[in-house]
């Protein structure tokens, strides 16, 4: 059956790093784009990054551009998330999700979400 | 515009019908999908597509689309059905992906 399983999550210092990973199984993980989304306390989902099947696309949301990397090693199944300068405000449960689709996004499995909190 | 809009809150009589919206530029040229998130869980897909349903959602979950608006139709609300509701589509870049700021459903 198909699992995605994100780990890295902690609290940390504002302006600090923090590495997320989401490690994937049941399915051909190197055939599918992977999408992070988080969700801030109480409030709705965000999407953050996506990262194309092969690697050689991804995009990023306004509100991490410049701070967050993401990454994966298809040999791993794994996908990363590297968040350098991170804020208050990137308080929130990330999730990772895979992208069924082809010219429409359809995120049909999601993992169950690490929590990151930034509080000094 | 880079952004999808739904009414916050929605409630509906056990076993009756509710429609939740969903508004935005991009959805005139993308397809939307719809989740549902209950407390303390992962979002799950219940409607992608013209109006498709993963393996497992009830056939009383339907999708529609019309201009630049989508719905999620609920036909016979259960208690169980009492959750937040979200779409999420492409913007009109094609680049970005988003979602609308998510619907809470009372089933009363």
């Known amino acids: 059956q198909v699992q995605l399983v994100e780990s890295g999550g902690g609290v940390v210092q504002p302006g600090r790093s923090l590495r997320l990973s989401c490690a994937a199984s049941g399915f051909t993980f190197s055939s599918f784009t992977i999408h992070w989304v988080r969700q801030a306390p109480g409030k709705g989902l965000e999407w953050v990054a996506l990262m194309s099947y092969d690697g050689s696309n991804k995009y990023n949301a306004d509100s991490v551009k410049g701070r967050f990397t993401i990454s994966r090693d298809n040999s791993k199944n794994t996908l990363y998330l590297q968040m350098n300068s991170l804020r208050a405000e990137d308080t929130a449960v990330y999730y990772c999700a895979r992208d069924y689709g082809d010219t429409q996004v359809i995120l049909d499995y999601w993992g169950q979400g690490t929590l990151v909190t930034v509080s000094s | 515009s880079s952004e999808l809009t739904q009414d916050p809150a929605v409630s509906v009589a056990l076993g009756q019908t509710v429609r939740i919206k969903c508004q935005g530029d991009?959805?005139?040229?993308?397809?939307a999908s719809w989740f549902q998130q209950k407390p303390g869980q992962a979002p799950v897909l219940v409607i992608y597509g013209e109006d498709s349903r993963p393996s497992g959602i009830p056939d009383r979950f339907s999708g529609s689309r019309s201009g630049n608006t989508v719905s999620l139709t609920i036909t016979g609300a259960q208690a169980e059905d009492e959750a937040d509701y979200y779409c999420?589509?492409?913007?009109?870049?094609?680049?970005?992906?988003?979602f609308g700021g998510g619907t809470k459903l009372t089933v009363l």
């Open positions: 991009s959805l005139r040229t993308y397809y």
């Open positions: 999420n589509a492409w913007d009109s870049s094609g680049n970005h992906v988003l």
